[in-house]
């Protein structure tokens, strides 16, 4: 895996010395009861502020509070004016706009296309808080508001709308969501690196136009770059007309396997169809254009697949995609935060409670998981109806057994209403924690597009010990009474150890 810097690494900004604030401010006068005359960063969200590690808003904003920045919400901010993004002042270094933990159309239709009674990110379970399609219709408010002000959007709707997409709200290809956000850039899947790395850069006076190179990160361009080779898909890939239904994880000529039957030692992979003595790192796909993919439904499974195909931060390279006369240009993606890293960026100082702002209103998606814990994050299924692999990523990043007891002890010590159930220890699948791949060589260079289907791959860890561990361990916690997995089981996993089985059934 590539080396970068730890996120906690960098040097912190002056403001630290303004300290950590109770709860990050929505308004000039707690900014003024904080010391501070202006904000360094300003989230504008469609969700309400909830300061916990569940909530993208609590978990950026405090992350970028730990290096030093002074970071203000605009939360469900009226969009019919500019009034309510102003509210804070301009920000010192940069706007992040994001829809909130749902894509914003999601949130608001059903799957019938009827608008939704209800909004459980909104106190009070109140619907019509949010706009539709909400990042590019903040993103255009900001713009009204602080035209010079750098606008990075982010979140699911940004990352998952970042090249042209199949949207069934409409019932049409849309272009890449950058375009009509214009934005300065766009950060995909958990931004936590990129974001930290920009902040940076921008603090130490780096025009964000110039801010090019960082993993996880998409922007517009009118060209490509010197020193860049561009490959067509076509060479990675072929697009063919399917009249029968294929196997889309088939990979002929990408992985071929052999599967070794000594259990313990790593099977040997050949990758047949990478090209050596190509450097990877200044290579580009360029993929079906916009038009290419909105027309024919060939070239947009064929896009499709070589988006999926470069996942792997190990091996994944930079993708363009023609929209008119430019480029979305998408870097590859983040690499994964390690343990420590993980740890420490869910035991920030979060009140783990809504915004006092609220009083007492209900906050139906805090109700929903303020008892439970986020153990994992991604996933290696790579089941095609899913989005997780474009947007986490399928190398599972786990956290500490301490790292997560320590969280159910601050949840039954902060939390009201605690009763000592936890109501979750999971994240995307259950039973995926601490489960990787043999060889770190191996996981870098795979290009395979799920480690479980067909088959579990020889290479796979699927050892249940860890996870059982911690149940146990989380239910020794004084005060816990019962420990709830609420997250899906992966049965193809979980039968490969009984002990896990009976630990689930029977407590
Ligand atoms: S376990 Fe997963 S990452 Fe490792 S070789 Fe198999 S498919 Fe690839």
């Known amino acids: 895996m590539k080396t970068v810097p730890d996120i906690f690494s960098y040097r912190k900004y002056w403001a630290r010395r303004f300290g950590t604030a109770p709860v990050l401010p929505m308004s000039r006068e707690e900014m003024g009861a904080l010391g501070w005359d202006s904000c360094d960063v300003i989230i504008v969200t469609g969700d309400a502020y909830v300061d916990h590690p569940s909530f993208g808003m609590a978990l950026i904003g405090r992350l970028l509070e730990a290096q030093g920045f002074r970071v203000g919400i605009i939360a469900q901010p009226d969009w019919r004016s500019t009034e309510d993004f102003l509210k804070l002042g301009p920000p010192n270094l940069f706007f992040g706009i994001t829809a ?61 709308r970042r090249i042209a997409h199949y949207d069934y709200w409409s019932d049409k290809v849309r272009r890449s969501i ?22 940076h850069r921008l603090a130490r006076g780096t025009p964000v136009g110039e801010i090019r190179d960082v993993r996880g990160t998409a922007y ?46 790593a099977v040997a992979i050949h990758f047949s169809g990478l090209k050596k003595h190509v450097n990877r790192d200044r290579t580009v796909i360029r993929l079906p254009s916009y038009n290419q993919v909105a ?79 986020n ?32 969280e159910i002890e601050a949840i039954r010590d902060q939390v009201p209403g605690f009763t000592g159930h936890i109501s979750d220890l999971g994240g995307p699948t259950a039973n995926m924690y601490r489960l990787k791949c043999r060889s770190e060589a191996i996981e870098s260079a795979c290009r395979r597009l799920s480690c479980v289907f067909p088959d579990i791959c020889g290479n796979l860890k699927t050892d249940h010990g860890p996870l059982i561990s911690l149940y146990r361990r989380a239910r020794r916690v004084r ?29």
């Open 220 to 265: 517009m361009t009118s060209c490509i770059p010197d020193g860049w080779m561009v490959m067509d898909a076509s060479t990675v890939d072929r697009p063919v007309r399917v009249e029968t239904c294929t196997n889309p994880y088939h990979a002929a000529g990408v992985c071929d396997k052999t599967v070794s039957e000594k259990e313990g030692e």
């Open 479 to 507: 005060g816990v009474k019962k420990v709830l997995i609420a997250s899906g089981v992966r049965y193809d996993l979980a039968i490969r150890s009984p002990e896990y089985v009976r630990e689930l059934v029977t407590h």
């Open 295 to 373: 027309r024919d439904k060939v070239r947009y499974a064929h896009a499709s697949r070589i988006f999926h195909l470069e996942t792997n931060p190990g091996n994944a390279r930079a993708l363009i995609q023609q929209h008119g006369r430019r480029f979305v240009w998408l870097n590859p993606p983040p690499v994964p935060l390690t343990t420590s890293e993980l740890d420490r960026l869910h035991e920030l100082p979060y009140t783990r409670r809504p915004h006092p702002a609220y009083g007492g209103a209900r906050i139906p998606a805090w109700e929903m998981i303020r008892f439970s814990v």
């Open 178 to 199: 950058l375009p009509d956000a214009k934005a300065d850039l766009l950060v995909y899947g958990n931004a936590e690196r990129a974001l930290v790395e920009i902040a």
């Open 100 to 160: 909130g933990n749902m894509d914003s159309m999601v949130n608001r239709y059903t799957s019938d296309r009827r608008i939704r009674s209800d909004d459980a990110y909104t106190p009070g379970g109140e619907a019509g808080r949010r706009p539709d399609r909400a990042v590019i219709v903040y993103a255009q408010r900001v713009r009204e508001a602080c035209g010079d002000k750098p606008i990075i959007i982010g979140g699911i709707e940004s990352s998952l």
């Open 375 to 406: 153990i994992t994050r991604g996933c290696f299924g790579g089941c095609t109806f899913c989005s997780i692999t474009e947007h986490e990523g399928r190398i599972i990043q786990s956290r500490s057994e301490d790292s997560i007891i320590r």
